[in-house]
């Protein structure tokens, strides 16, 4: 098998996961008793605490876990819908999020929120200028994502959180799921960040909120101790343990393990460039950690489960996306359905090898001339 799907998943990391079967054989006390084994496991949270903290340029009492970047979604966002809901309902955001946003907002709407979608350039982003135009008093939340998960542009997150400098009661959420130990995020203009480890070898079922401190948000989970008053439930020492580990780790090794993606990047950007059928669909400058393509006249779905019975994962869309529709990052830059539905994800990494590359482009070839011959 050749794993290229790595922004829907990756394989955890030997280190990690040693850090957590250690934990989790050490701390067996409850870290809300106060007792010894409970202060012990209390303590071994409080460490990993500040660990992320301290990679992320955090304060640790800003850290909120979760069971993954969804949760942390829905905690940002209804979290500070509720909290708002005296001072105004009309949201921003993007054609461009993760279902577990999109959907958060969707329910809102039938709450009686009024939700405006900013427009998408062909290169993929969003303008901050049209967030400024948009932004009205009652204007309590903009979303949207630091990295899309479908073409890998970097969104002007920045940008946009200086257009929000100073307009009060508008809090700005950040999906920094494709982002964090990918590139350089700063959390030092953003309200709320979600993101989970198991995108750079953490454990499934983790995930990290960010929450500024200070900032008052309603909690989605209710009842018993936590580290924190926004999410309720007995604290896993050992997913904090293995997710301190994860987010240095990550952090700690992003410039040699981009480096390295970027090589494989360029590769296939160059393997590509012989096909006239193929259209890349990333810009230049996107993460070299994700890059999607369309060959014309064969539905990604064809062509990805063709890759699939070769053995080879990749991706059509999100792996948390709707089946059966066209990309709508696609359909952004493109403005062309056909393309869009064409379109297959390939996610790189570090861990991706020079002969997984090359078995992949010979099983591509071999598909490619078939796919053209059965037109």
Not at 97 to 116: F, K, N, Q, W
Not at 136 to 158: C, F, I, K, N
Not at 334 to 344: E, I, N, Q
């Amino acid at each position: 098998m050749i794993y290229l799907d790595y922004s829907a998943n990756t394989p955890v990391s030997p280190r990690v996961l040693q850090s957590f079967t250690d934990a989790a054989a050490r701390y067996v006390g409850n870290p809300n008793s106060n007792h010894p084994a409970g202060l012990a496991a209390k303590a071994a949270i409080d460490e990993a605490t500040a660990r992320i903290a301290a990679a992320l340029g955090v304060q640790p009492d800003e850290i909120i876990y979760t069971s993954g970047a969804s949760e942390s979604n829905n905690t940002a966002i209804r979290g500070t819908l509720h909290a708002s809901r005296h001072i105004g309902r009309h949201v921003l955001t993007t054609p461009l999020e993760h279902p577990s946003v999109s959907g958060c907002l969707t329910a809102a709407m039938e709450r009686g929120y009024e939700i405006d979608m900013l427009s998408v350039g062909r290169d993929g982003r969003i303008d901050p200028e049209e967030v400024r135009s948009l932004l009205r008093p009652d204007t309590v939340l903009v979303a949207m994502t630091a990295v899309d998960s479908e073409l890998g542009t970097v969104q002007p997150v920045r940008e946009v959180a200086r257009v929000l400098r100073g307009v009060a009661h508008c809090c700005l959420h950040v999906d920094a799921t494709q982002a964090i130990g990918k590139l350089p995020f700063s959390f030092d203009e953003v309200d709320t960040v979600s993101f989970a480890p198991h995108k750079f070898g953490g454990i499934v079922g983790s995930g990290v909120l960010f929450k500024r401190h200070g900032l008052a948000i309603e909690p989605l989970i209710y009842g018993g101790t936590s580290t924190t008053l926004y999410r309720s439930g007995t604290p896993a020492a050992a997913l904090a343990v293995s997710t301190a580990e994860a987010v240095c780790a990550a952090i700690g090794g992003m410039e040699d393990n981009t480096a390295i993606v970027r090589g494989h990047n360029a590769r296939l950007r160059d393997f590509f460039a012989r096909y006239p059928k193929v259209q890349l669909n990333s810009p230049d400058d996107a993460i070299p950690h994700i890059l999607n393509l369309s060959v014309e006249g064969v539905r990604g779905t064809s062509f990805q489960q063709a890759l699939a019975a070769a053995g080879i994962c990749v991706s059509v869309k999100s792996a948390c996306a709707v089946e059966g529709t066209p990309s709508r990052a696609v359909m952004a830059v493109s403005r062309d359905r056909k393309r869009a539905l064409s379109s297959f994800r390939i996610s790189l990494s570090h861990l991706t090898t020079a002969d997984e590359l090359l078995e992949f482009e010979t099983v591509f070839d071999r598909l490619y001339t078939e796919f053209e011959t059965h037109e």
